[in-house]
Nanobody
Framework: QLVESGGGLVQPGGSLRLSCAAS????????MGWFRQYQGEEREFVAG????????RYADSVKGRFTISRDNAKNTAYLQMNSLKPEDTAVYYC???????????????WGQGTQVTVSS
């Protein structure tokens, strides 16, 4: 089970940190990613990390603003989101996949989702 936390309401230019904990499991040997979904649209890739080697990948829209990191001891991944924009407003999902991917259909496990709203 993937347990997310950290969403909320923030003003433009502000920051939030999302967390995703692997409850009863581990991210070892998996790709752990964050996706987001706008209302009425499909989920899109935001950022991810290949757990064992720390290789990271980001969507162009978030490069330089978002940072993904991991805590092996806690089996928890984080998404630090800075310089947030209104267009970052979405439901954010953590995800586990067997390989590096940007494709939602290659995810084999999803978190429950957390709402991020960027508004003044």
């Amino acid at each position: 089970q993937l347990v997310e936390s950290g969403g909320g309401l923030v003003q433009p230019g502000g920051s939030l940190r999302l967390s995703c904990a692997a409850s009863g499991g581990t991210f070892t040997n998996y790709f752990m990613g964050w996706f987001r979904q706008y209302q009425g649209e499909e989920r899109e890739f935001v950022a991810g990390v290949m757990w064992n080697v720390g290789y990271t990948r980001y969507a162009d829209s978030v490069k330089g603003r978002f940072t993904i990191s991991r805590d092996n001891a806690k089996n928890t991944a984080y998404l630090q989101m800075n310089s947030l924009k209104p267009e970052d407003t979405a439901v954010y999902y953590c995800a586990r996949a067997r390989r590096i991917t940007r494709l939602p259909h290659e995810v084999d496990f999803w978190g429950q989702g957390t709402q991020v709203t960027v508004s003044s």
